[in-house]
């Protein structure tokens, strides 16, 4: 089962040059699992459906972005799945009032899948650099929501809007508790790539306007872990995608993130 994460920046820049790019990429790695932030989805237009075409099934958020300077009407979360989707919902993440005008979310579908029953998650968490308390309680918010749901596996995946040292990572990859509450997740990127950077906001794509943004591995696939065992599906193997330019056009402001899952060997 193959599993990717973007974000994609809206229709910002130059979008009929980006989309061309995303598409073709898309074509190329053939996801089972998609999780799309920051998509676009208006009356007139689905930017989830455009990319993935008519062979996917697709949940989106309810409530997104009004549209104000420098954000899109519409932007939002959406998931996309070869697999029927079951019943889909989301988890509330405006914890505090600071987290009002953003379409922060926890998108979560129910779906069966040849691997077993798996509950797939997209968390866009908020994204500002003074807000770690806010995405703490967002992290906390979406896993005390997926601890609650019966499924075989349980994939998280998402734009988490820090990097892997930051409080609401480190709770939910079992690294230390928050108001009560543990879980552990299987960071994929770690799983496979150890403590290479893994970077996925950097200013080596010029579509990123921050020159020192602090966070630069932002985007994630995380796997639920058993109770013996680690993960309960096998990363065969994590990657990042779209982080070079294709004839001179950068995807998105963000790389993406794919990871190869399978059944335990042993």
């Known amino acids: 089962m193959r599993v990717l994460t973007l974000n994609l ?6 979008w009929e040059a980006r989309r061309e790019v995303i598409a073709e990429g898309l074509r190329g790695l053939r ?6 932030q920051e998509a676009v989805v208006t009356e007139e237009y689905d930017q989830a459906a455009d990319l993935l075409g008519p062979a996917y099934h697709l ?21 996309g799945s070869r697999w029927p989707l079951g019943e889909a919902r989301e988890v509330d993440l405006h914890v505090t009032l600071r987290t009002a005008g953003f379409a922060c979310t926890t998108l979560i579908a129910e779906l069966d899948t040849p691997l077993g029953s798996l509950i797939f998650a997209n968390h866009v968490a908020s994204w500002q650099l003074q807000f770690e308390r806010e995405r703490e ?6 896993a005390r929501a997926l ?8 994939v998280l995946a998402g734009d988490l809007t820090a990097d892997a040292e930051s409080g609401g990572v480190r709770f939910l990859c079992g690294r230390q508790s928050l108001e009560g509450t543990s879980v552990c997740y299987r960071d994929a990127w770690e799983s496979v790539h150890g403590a290479e950077p893994g970077e996925t906001f950097t200013p080596r794509n010029p579509l990123v306007s921050d020159w020192d943004w602090p966070f630069r591995r932002l985007d994630y696939i995380l796997v639920r872990c058993g109770e013996h065992g680690g993960p309960t599906l096998q990363i065969v193997d994590c990657a990042l995608i779209f982080d070079d330019p294709v004839d001179g056009v950068w995807a998105s402001d963000h790389f993406g993130v794919i990871a190869d899952l399978g059944l335990p060997q042993r």
Do not use: K, T, Y
Not at 137 to 142: G, I, M, S, T
Not at 147 to 154: C, G, N, W, Y
């Open 137 to 142: 309680l967002q992290a906390l918010a979406a």
């Open 59 to 79: 949940a989106h958020q309810a409530e997104r972005e009004p549209g104000e300077e420098g954000v899109e009407r519409g932007q939002g979360v959406s998931i």
């Open 9 to 14: 920046w809206g229709r910002r820049g130059d």
């Open 147 to 154: 601890e609650e749901l019966d499924a075989d596996h349980v």
């Open 31 to 36: 996801p089972d699992l998609v999780a799309f």
